[in-house]
Structure formats: structure tokens, C-alpha cells
Nanobody, 124 residues
């Protein structure tokens, strides 16, 4: 499974970004797709995840109402729309995948497949 992220950038607080992750091939290994982020000196933490077959989404509390995860199955692409960005959102954002759904969608240990990451920097 190959995951490639796009869309990271430097923005001012209050701004918006949309991250994209292209997954190939689109196999049963990517039934749960997640976005996780890692701030400097911190471990990776789950931001949002989506279960492909059902479309069920999961969000971490700090970003609820500001971030939206979605997928385009025709393009094998996962998205993360991020609005009203805050300096605390500054991190490397990773796309990750696993073949089965899990209640631990937020844990980096749940994902065997990872992209290389894309940097998001939010200035105040």
C-alpha cells in the first residue's frame, strides 16, 4: 500500500487548508483511513479517520467542528479539510491505513501503512 500526502503549507491563524492523500492500490488494506499528526517533541495522535465501506467518521475532540475528513473512492483519495486553523494545529500530518476497523483509530499503533507526511504550520 502506497500513501502520498499533499497540501501542507504555512498559513495564518483562522485560515484553511485541504490535505489530500492518494492511496494505491485501493485494496482491502485501506478499509480504515486516518489522519494523524505529530507536533515537535510529541507522539503521533489521531486527528480523524473514516471507514471506507460505511463512510463512518471519527474525530478527535480538539478539531471537531473545524476539520472534516472525506474520501473520493473514484480517485482513491482521502481528504482533510481544515478550517479556522490555530497555531496548536501546527504539526506534520500523516495519512495512514489499516485493513480493518478498530475502536483505537486514534492510535498510531493501529496503522501498518503510512505516508511520508506533509507539514502544516499555522502562525498567529
Amino acid at each position: 500500500v502506497r500513501l502520498v500526502e499533499f497540501g501542507g503549507a504555512s498559513v495564518q491563524a483562522g485560515g484553511s487548508l485541504r490535505l489530500a492523500c492518494e492511496a494505491s492500490p485501493n485494496t482491502d488494506s485501506t478499509l480504515l483511513l486516518g489522519w494523524l499528526r505529530q507536533s515537535q517533541g510529541m507522539s503521533r495522535e489521531g486527528v480523524a479517520a473514516i471507514h471506507g465501506p460505511s463512510g463512518t467518521t471519527y474525530y478527535d475532540d480538539p478539531i471537531k467542528g473545524r476539520f472534516t475528513i472525506s474520501q473520493d473512492n473514484a480517485k482513491n483519495t482521502l481528504y482533510l479539510q481544515m478550517n479556522n486553523l490555530k497555531p496548536d494545529d501546527t504539526a506534520m500530518y500523516y495519512c495512514a491505513a489499516r485493513p480493518v476497523i478498530t475502536p483505537s483509530w486514534w492510535s498510531e499503533r493501529s496503522y501498518p501503512y503510512w505516508g511520508q507526511g506533509t507539514q502544516v504550520t499555522v502562525s498567529s
